[in-house]
C-alpha cells in the first residue's frame, strides 16, 4: 500500500513527504515503533496519540496518520485526517479488499480465542495463516490485525462485542468467507437485555459475509433453533456433542491435561483439558472440511496447538500444586465449564478460586448464585473474591469456604492451605487482575 492509496481511502491531507511511499507495519504505540513503520495516532479516553508522534518519529516512523498538525521533521510522511480509528478501520478494509484468500470470523459468548487458535492450527496445515493475536477483538484490534497482512494465504479474525452495531462494524471490515458462532451465553447481558439479544448481536456476523457458510455449536439452545428456521438462507454447518450433528466425537476420553475421541475412525487428540474444549475441536475439524483439508493434517493442527495466554494454561505452584490459570475473562457459561473441567481431575484436592464477573448488570447476582450452584460438594475448597463473589459462595456447597475482597487476602489464604495435592483453578473477569494471584503463587 502507499501513502497515495491512504489518502485516497481517508479523504485525508498530504502534510508532508511522499505519495509513493510504501505503508508496511501499522502501530499504534509509539514504543513499539520501530524504523520505517507507520504510526497511527489513536485517541483515547485518557490519551491522545498526537502526543506520541514525535516519540514515533525518534524511533523511526516514516509515515505518521494523524487528526491534529504537528511539527514537521525532514523525510517524514505526515497525513492528517479527521478521525484516525475510522482511518485505520478504512484503510484495514481497503487492504482486506486486496486479498482474495480465506477469510473465517468467529464470535460467541464462550471460548472465541481458543477456538480461533484451534481453527488458525488448523488451517495453517494447508494455508500460511494469519490469526488474531490475544484477544485483538475489537474495533482497534481486528484492524490492526488485517493491516498486518503479508503474504499469508489465509486469515482467522476473532470477534467481540458488548453492544448492538459492533459486529456489524468488524464483519464489513473483515468480509469474512466463513462465519462461526461458537455459542450464545451470558456474558454482556447487563448492556444486551437477554440471550435472544445477545443472539441478534452475533448475528450481526452475518452482514458482512461474503458467502452463505455458516459453522454453530449446535448444543446450544438458540443457535439450534436458529438453525432450524434459516437452513434455507445459509449453508449452515453444524458441531456438537448432544445434538445431532454434522461433526460430532464419540468415544469421548477426559484427562488432566488433555482430552481424547475419535472422529472419522481416527483417534484425535485435543492437548488440553475440558469437554469445552472437544466442541472447539469439532469447530475447527467443521472448518478443515470447508477448505478440503485431510483428517489427517486436521487432527495434526489440532495436536499442535497453542493456546493464547490466560486460557486454561496448567503450570505448578512454587510447592508443586497444579494452577490452572483460566484468568482472562469470565461469564456463566465459562465459569461453568472450568468447575467442570476441575471436578474431573482425579487423585487431587480441588480448589476453586473465583472472582466477580463484570457487565451483568442487574443480572449479576443471579448470575453469580447460578455459578455457587455448580461448586458443589466435588470440590473441596472454594474461595470467593469481589464484590458479586460473595453470591457464588451464599449458593457453593463446597466443603470449605472463604470470602474476601482482596486478592493480596485470597493469596495469603492460598498459600496457608495449599499442599503439592491440589488443583487450583483461578477463573475471574480480567478486570478482577488475577493473573496477579497466579504469578505470586507460580515457581
Same mark, same amino acid.
Given at each position: 500500500?502507499?501513502?497515495?492509496?491512504?489518502?485516497?481511502?481517508?479523504?485525508?491531507?498530504?502534510?508532508?513527504?511522499?505519495?509513493?511511499?510504501?505503508?508496511?507495519?501499522?502501530?499504534?504505540?509509539?514504543?513499539?515503533?520501530?524504523?520505517?513503520?507507520?504510526?497511527?495516532?489513536?485517541?483515547?479516553?485518557?490519551?491522545?496519540?498526537?502526543?506520541?508522534?514525535?516519540?514515533?518519529?525518534?524511533?523511526?516512523?516514516?509515515?505518521?496518520?494523524?487528526?491534529?498538525?504537528?511539527?514537521?521533521?525532514?523525510?517524514?510522511?505526515?497525513?492528517?485526517?479527521k478521525d484516525t480509528l475510522k482511518a485505520m478501520q478504512e484503510i484495514?478494509?481497503?487492504?482486506?479488499?486486496?486479498?482474495?484468500?480465506?477469510?473465517?470470523?468467529?464470535?460467541?459468548?464462550?471460548?472465541?480465542?481458543?477456538?480461533?487458535?484451534?481453527?488458525?492450527?488448523?488451517?495453517?496445515?494447508?494455508?500460511?495463516?494469519?490469526?488474531?493475536?490475544?484477544?485483538?477483538?475489537?474495533?482497534?484490534?481486528?484492524?490492526?490485525?488485517?493491516?498486518?497482512?503479508?503474504?499469508?494465504?489465509?486469515?482467522?479474525?476473532?470477534?467481540?462485542?458488548?453492544?448492538?452495531?459492533?459486529?456489524?462494524?468488524?464483519?464489513?471490515?473483515?468480509?469474512?468467507?466463513?462465519?462461526?458462532?461458537?455459542?450464545?451465553?451470558?456474558?454482556?447481558?447487563?448492556?444486551?437485555?437477554?440471550?435472544?439479544?445477545?443472539?441478534?448481536?452475533?448475528?450481526?456476523?452475518?452482514?458482512?459475509?461474503?458467502?452463505?457458510?455458516?459453522?454453530?455449536?449446535?448444543?446450544?439452545?438458540?443457535?439450534?433453533?436458529?438453525?432450524?428456521?434459516?437452513?434455507?438462507?445459509?449453508?449452515?454447518?453444524?458441531?456438537?456433542?448432544?445434538?445431532?450433528?454434522?461433526?460430532?466425537?464419540?468415544?469421548?476420553?477426559?484427562?488432566?491435561?488433555?482430552?481424547?475421541?475419535?472422529?472419522?475412525?481416527?483417534?484425535?487428540?485435543?492437548?488440553?483439558? #475440558?469437554?469445552?474444549?472437544?466442541? &472447539?475441536?469439532?469447530?475447527? @475439524? %467443521? +472448518? /478443515? $472440511?470447508?477448505?478440503?483439508?485431510?483428517? *489427517?493434517?486436521?487432527?495434526?493442527?489440532?495436536?499442535?496447538?497453542?493456546?493464547?495466554?490466560?486460557?486454561?494454561?496448567?503450570?505448578?505452584?512454587?510447592?508443586?500444586?497444579?494452577?490452572?490459570?483460566?484468568?482472562?475473562?469470565?461469564?456463566?457459561?465459562?465459569?461453568?465449564?472450568?468447575?467442570?473441567?476441575?471436578?474431573?481431575?482425579?487423585?487431587?484436592?480441588?480448589?476453586?478460586?473465583?472472582?466477580?464477573?463484570?457487565?451483568?448488570?442487574?443480572?449479576?447476582?443471579?448470575?453469580?448464585?447460578?455459578? #455457587?450452584?455448580?461448586?458443589?460438594? &466435588?470440590?473441596?475448597?472454594? @474461595? %470467593? +473474591? /469481589? $464484590?458479586?463473589?460473595?453470591?457464588?459462595? *451464599?449458593?457453593?456447597?463446597?466443603?470449605?469456604?472463604?470470602?474476601?475482597?482482596?486478592?493480596?487476602?485470597?493469596?495469603?489464604?492460598?498459600?496457608?492451605?495449599?499442599?503439592?495435592?491440589?488443583?487450583?483453578?483461578?477463573?475471574?473477569?480480567?478486570?478482577?487482575?488475577?493473573?496477579?494471584?497466579?504469578?505470586?503463587?507460580?515457581?
Amino acid at each position: 500500500m502507499k501513502v497515495k492509496e491512504i489518502l485516497e481511502v481517508t479523504k485525508g491531507k498530504l502534510l508532508c513527504g511522499n505519495e509513493e511511499d510504501e505503508c508496511i507495519n501499522f502501530i499504534r504505540d509509539s514504543r513499539e515503533i520501530k524504523e520505517g513503520d507507520v504510526y497511527i495516532a489513536l485517541k483515547g479516553e485518557k490519551f491522545d496519540g498526537n502526543d506520541f508522534c514525535q516519540d514515533a518519529i525518534k524511533n523511526g516512523a516514516k509515515i505518521c496518520i494523524v487528526s491534529k498538525e504537528i511539527e514537521t521533521k525532514d523525510n517524514v510522511t505526515i497525513i492528517i485526517v479527521k478521525d484516525t480509528l475510522k482511518a485505520m478501520q478504512e484503510i484495514a478494509t481497503y487492504k482486506r479488499s486486496l486479498y482474495n484468500i480465506p477469510t473465517v470470523a468467529i464470535t460467541g459468548s464462550v471460548g472465541k480465542t481458543s477456538t480461533k487458535d484451534l481453527v488458525a492450527s488448523v488451517l495453517q496445515q494447508k494455508y500460511k495463516t494469519l490469526k488474531t493475536k490475544g484477544n485483538y477483538n475489537n474495533e482497534i484490534g481486528l484492524p490492526l490485525t488485517i493491516l498486518s497482512l503479508k503474504d499469508e494465504e489465509a486469515l482467522v479474525v476473532e470477534m467481540g462485542m458488548n453492544h448492538f452495531g459492533e459486529l456489524r462494524k468488524l464483519t464489513n471490515i473483515a468480509k469474512p468467507t466463513v462465519a462461526v458462532i461458537t455459542n450464545i451465553g451470558t456474558a454482556h447481558i447487563g448492556n444486551l437485555g437477554s440471550r435472544e439479544n445477545i443472539l441478534k448481536a452475533k448475528l450481526e456476523i452475518l452482514e458482512g459475509l461474503v458467502e452463505k457458510t455458516v459453522v454453530i455449536n449446535n448444543d446450544d439452545d438458540l443457535l439450534h433453533k436458529w438453525a432450524l428456521e434459516n437452513s434455507d438462507k445459509y449453508n449452515i454447518i453444524t458441531y456438537g456433542i448432544k445434538n445431532d450433528s454434522k461433526y460430532m466425537a464419540k468415544n469421548i476420553k477426559l484427562y488432566e491435561d488433555k482430552s481424547e475421541f475419535y472422529f472419522d475412525g481416527e483417534l484425535v487428540t485435543v492437548p488440553v483439558g #475440558g469437554e469445552h474444549f472437544i466442541l &472447539n475441536s469439532l469447530c475447527s @475439524i %467443521a +472448518v /478443515g $472440511k470447508i477448505f478440503d483439508i485431510s483428517t *489427517k493434517k486436521i487432527i495434526l493442527g489440532i495436536q499442535k496447538l497453542e493456546l493464547s495466554k490466560k486460557r486454561m494454561e496448567i503450570d505448578k505452584s512454587k510447592i508443586g500444586a497444579i494452577l490452572i490459570n483460566d484468568t482472562y475473562n469470565a461469564n456463566y457459561d465459562s465459569m461453568k465449564a472450568a468447575i467442570c473441567y476441575l471436578k474431573n481431575i482425579p487423585d487431587k484436592r480441588k480448589i476453586a478460586v473465583l472472582g466477580d464477573m463484570l457487565e451483568l448488570g442487574e443480572f449479576s447476582e443471579e448470575l453469580h448464585e447460578k455459578v #455457587g450452584m455448580e461448586v458443589d460438594s &466435588n470440590i473441596d475448597v472454594l @474461595i %470467593a +473474591v /469481589g $464484590k458479586e463473589a460473595k453470591y457464588i459462595a *451464599k449458593t457453593s456447597k463446597a466443603k470449605e469456604k472463604y470470602i474476601f475482597d482482596k486478592n493480596m487476602d485470597a493469596t495469603n489464604k492460598i498459600k496457608e492451605l495449599m499442599t503439592k495435592d491440589d488443583a487450583i483453578l483461578f477463573k475471574a473477569s480480567n478486570g478482577m487482575h488475577f493473573n496477579e494471584i497466579v504469578n505470586e503463587l507460580k515457581s
